[in-house]
T-cell receptor, first 115, second 113 residues
Framework: AQSVTQPDIHITVSEGASLELRCNYS??????LFWYVQSPGQGLQLLLK??????LVQGIKGFEAEFKRSQSSFNLRKPSVHWSDAAEYFC?????????????FGTGTQLKVEL | DVKVTQSSRYLVKRTGEKVFLECVQD?????MFWYRQDPGLGLRLIYF???????EKGDIPEGYSVSREKKERFSLILESASTNQTSMYLC????????????FGDGTRLSIL
């Protein structure tokens, strides 16, 4: 069965610093991979997705992620963090089961931004 | 823009009550999902539906049921609410293609007293 590990529960960075959030997945085939962000009291918003092709994908709000098959990783990066990026971030792997796509989520990483 | 609307942002119910959580989407999506979100556990899939009147169990279906009578509406039912069902509940929808993301509502924070 597929699984997703986000090893960092909490991360604190200073505004303007670079950011990398880690995500490792377990899945037998080529995965569909997603990063979502959740602001307090809100639902999840899609940041970016990977299905095939270029392993470096660009998303909204200046985020990017790199798929590394050899490491089973899909880490999220941003070169310069803004205070408004403080939120919880979820990595997910999608599996297509014939009738539709299911997502398996990691436990999330809470990002705090220091001014 | 996809809109997934959950009927209540906050809900307080009593132990033993039958509770209905409603979700409506406006994008004609075939697939709809119910998750619960708890601190440190991420999102866990309760039930999902690939089409009208179809439902499948997710990872934690115990104590829950669902109803999908119309394509745009997916209801989560707590048959007899218990305090361990206090949680944030999130609804999502998507088209059936494997490479399509799920779109989420803002969630219902449910407290069972």
């Amino acid at each position: 069965a597929q699984s997703v590990t986000q090893p960092d529960i909490h991360i604190t960075v200073s505004e303007g610093a670079s950011l990398e959030l880690r995500c490792n997945y377990s899945y037998g085939a080529t995965p569909y991979l997603f990063w979502y962000v959740q602001s307090p009291g809100q639902g999840l918003q899609l940041l970016l997705k990977y299905f095939s092709g270029d392993t470096l994908v660009q998303g909204i709000k200046g985020f990017e992620a790199e798929f590394k098959r050899s490491q089973s990783s899909f880490n999220l990066r941003k070169p310069s963090v803004h205070w408004s990026d403080a939120a919880e971030y979820f990595c997910a792997v999608g599996t297509f089961t014939g009738g539709g796509n299911k997502l398996t989520f990691g436990t999330g990483t809470q990002l705090k931004v220091e001014l | 823009d996809v809109k997934v609307t959950q009927s209540s942002r906050y809900l307080v119910k009593r132990t033993g009550e039958k509770v209905f959580l409603e979700c409506v989407q406006d994008m004609d999506h075939e697939n709809m999902f119910w998750y619960r979100q708890d601190p440190g556990l991420g999102l866990r899939l309760i039930y999902f539906s690939y089409d009208v009147k179809m439902k499948e169990k997710g990872d934690i279906p115990e104590g829950y049921s669902v109803s999908r009578e119309k394509k745009e509406r997916f209801s989560l039912i707590l048959e007899s609410a218990s305090t361990n069902q206090t949680s944030m509940y999130l609804c999502a929808s998507s088209s059936p293609a494997g490479n399509q993301p799920q779109h989420f509502g803002d969630g219902t924070r449910l407290s069972i007293l």
